[in-house]
């Protein structure tokens, strides 16, 4: 199944709008985030869009509930799990040159 440029589009604004909330004092942040990656984990066909969705989502729902680390490392953790979402992302509305033609 392939996914259009608008479709990737839409969940990089999503990741822009719930970054701009995510915050280390608060975990209101977690279920938006859960909600984002299942839906791109459901739907993307790009297995790397995918794991770092699923990354990002593990890394939120331990920082809801940190057991093994301090919540400082685990909110990190989420941040750079975060950014390679946002950059995998970002690899699909990068203009090819084939696609310009």
């Known amino acids: ?5 608008a479709q ?4 990089r604004q999503r990741c ?7 915050t280390d004092k608060n975990d209101e942040w977690v279920a938006a985030v859960s909600g984002l990656t299942h839906q791109i984990e459901s739907i993307c066909p790009d297995r790397n869009v995918t ?12 920082f809801k509930n940190p057991k ?9 953790d989420f941040l750079k799990a975060w950014h ?3 950059i995998a ?7 090819r040159p084939d696609q310009t033609k």
């Open 1 to 5: 199944m392939k996914i259009d440029r």
């Open 8 to 11: 990737y589009e839409a969940w």
């Open 16 to 22: 822009s709008e719930i970054y701009s909330v995510v």
């Open 51 to 62: 794991a770092h969705a699923l990354d990002a989502r593990r890394h939120a729902i331990a």
């Open 68 to 76: 093994r680390k301090p919540s400082a490392d685990v909110f990190q």
């Open 84 to 86: 390679r979402l946002e």
């Open 89 to 95: 992302i970002g690899m699909h509305l990068i203009e």
